[in-house]
């Protein structure tokens, strides 16, 4: 764009001023729009630069939110809960078992195991290891050589008391003759829950008679018949939860926003003037202080602005390095704005619209 002869004058007093005439041949001073003059001088015939000239940057926009601090570490996951699933056991007795003292409570052996997984059983005392819900198969022969029918009674104790509504009952028909016994299997079934681990289970009974007894078959080209067969299994399908750990501590949140604070005089920084916002109501001086006084985390920024009129500066401690353009160190005007941020251990880079 060609501008010869084009004469410049009442323009806008922010940019440059050169009078109420404008341009004439010869050269002139050029002001800023207060006054303030500019190390140029401009004619009809060019410009003239007579000094260096300090373009300030445009203060650069406020940094994006800080990273949200790292999450504290998990607590432990709890112990699972002993779950009684796959629980099951069958056991049995190989001997003969007869009424001691009739009328009288008579706990019934066990001696074999067929296979077992989390029960177990001592002497007919069954143990179970993990709390649930349990079914429970019970098949007796019993035999009475006793010239009368005689009575049985069978129930179980849990935890070795009686356990309510356990109890069968049932009447032995009398002997076939003195060398035959009458026989009869008694088989019953239970559904009960275990609360605790290492429940127990027994199986108790008693007759009218001594010439009543459990009976075990040898077999003769079959299987053998135990004289007591009982069947365990879980019917829950998981044991309870165990508690969950505790959580870990939450990490510290960063700042998402920068806060304000209005001061004057001389302010010593703090860690806590991280991200602040500092308007300057009077005379102010900054003093940046050393990583051994206040340990302000690299990348660290701060920004100032002149709020009155009174002279506000920036300046390190003895041991901080502020770079500057020029050194200068101080808001130019009124409004003028700065910003310092944190690049090493004791340096600092100092922006904005300074001066000397």
Same mark, same amino acid.
């Given at each position: 764009?060609?501008?010869?002869?084009?004469?410049?004058?009442?323009?806008?007093?922010?940019?440059?001023?050169?009078?109420?005439?404008?341009?004439?041949?010869?050269?002139?001073?050029?002001?800023?729009?207060?006054?303030?003059?500019?190390?140029?001088?401009?004619?009809?015939?060019? /410009? @003239?630069?007579?000094?260096? +000239?300090?373009? $300030? #940057?445009? %203060?650069?926009?406020?940094?994006?939110?800080?990273?949200? =601090? &790292?999450?504290?570490?998990?607590?432990?996951?709890?112990?699972?809960?002993?779950?009684?699933?796959?629980?099951?056991?069958?056991?049995?007795?190989?001997?003969?078992?007869?009424?001691?003292? /009739? @009328?009288?409570?008579?706990? +019934?052996?066990? $001696? #074999?195991? %067929?296979?077992?997984?989390?029960?177990?059983?001592?002497? =007919? &005392?069954i143990t179970i290891q993990d709390p649930g819900?349990?079914?429970?198969?019970?098949?007796?022969?019993?035999?009475?050589?006793?010239?009368?029918?005689?009575?049985?009674?069978?129930?179980?104790?849990?935890?070795?008391?009686?356990?309510?509504?356990?109890?069968?009952?049932?009447?032995?028909?009398?002997?076939?003759?003195?060398?035959?016994?009458?026989?009869?299997?008694?088989?019953?079934?239970?559904?009960?829950?275990?609360?605790?681990?290492?429940?127990?289970?027994?199986?108790?009974?008693?007759?009218?008679?001594?010439?009543?007894?459990?009976?075990?078959?040898?077999?003769?080209?079959?299987?053998?018949?135990?004289?007591?067969?009982?069947?365990?299994?879980?019917?829950?399908?998981?044991?309870?939860?165990?508690?969950?750990?505790?959580?870990?501590?939450?990490?510290?949140?960063?700042?998402?926003?920068?806060?304000?604070?209005?001061?004057?005089?001389?302010?010593?920084?703090?860690?806590?003037?991280?991200?602040?916002?500092?308007?300057?109501?009077?005379?102010?001086?900054?003093?940046?202080?050393?990583?051994?006084?206040?340990?302000?985390?690299?990348?660290?920024?701060?920004?100032?602005?002149r709020g009155g009129t009174g002279e506000v500066?920036?300046?390190?401690?003895?041991?901080?390095?502020?770079?500057?353009?020029?050194?200068?160190?101080?808001?130019?005007?009124?409004?003028?704005?700065?910003?310092?941020?944190?690049?090493?251990?004791?340096?600092?880079?100092?922006?904005?619209?300074?001066?000397?």
């Open positions: 764009m060609d501008l010869t002869n084009t004469r410049i004058q009442n323009t806008y007093g922010g940019v440059m001023n050169v009078g109420a005439t404008g341009f004439t041949g010869n050269f002139q001073q050029i002001t800023d729009g207060f006054g303030t003059p500019m190390p140029m001088e401009a004619s009809t015939s060019g /410009i @003239n630069f007579t000094g260096n +000239v300090y373009v $300030n #940057g445009v %203060t650069g926009l406020i940094g994006s939110s800080g990273t949200s =601090g &790292t999450s504290g570490t998990s607590g432990n996951d709890g112990r699972d809960g002993a779950g009684a699933t796959g629980a099951y056991a069958s056991f049995y007795s190989s001997v003969d078992q007869a009424i001691a003292v /009739i @009328n009288t409570p008579q706990k +019934v052996t066990l $001696n #074999g195991t %067929t296979l077992s997984e989390r029960i177990t059983q001592s002497g =007919g &005392t819900i349990y079914q429970m198969l019970t098949t007796m022969l019993i035999s009475n050589l006793s010239g009368s029918g005689e009575d049985v009674r069978v129930w179980l104790k849990f935890n070795s008391v009686d356990y309510p509504n356990s109890s069968h009952h049932i009447t032995l028909a009398a002997r076939k003759s003195a060398s035959v016994p009458s026989e009869q299997t008694l088989t019953f079934g239970f559904v009960g829950q275990s609360l605790n681990v290492n429940d127990t289970v027994e199986i108790y009974w008693e007759s009218t008679s001594t010439d009543v007894s459990l009976q075990y078959e040898t077999g003769v080209g079959k299987p053998d018949a135990a004289s007591v067969n009982v069947q365990l299994q879980s019917v829950n399908t998981a044991g309870p939860t165990g508690a969950t750990g505790a959580a870990g501590t939450s990490g510290t949140s960063g700042t998402n926003y920068m806060t304000t604070a209005s001061t004057s005089g001389t302010v010593n920084l703090v860690l806590a003037d991280h991200n602040k916002f500092f308007t300057a109501t009077g005379a102010s001086t900054f003093v940046i202080p050393t990583n051994a006084s206040v340990a302000f985390p690299s990348g660290s920024q701060m920004v100032f602005t500066g920036i300046t390190g401690a003895v041991g901080v390095t502020l770079n500057s353009s020029n050194d200068y160190r101080s808001l130019k005007n009124q409004y003028s704005g700065a910003s310092i941020v944190k690049t090493g251990t004791d340096t600092w880079y100092m922006f904005g619209e300074l001066k000397a």
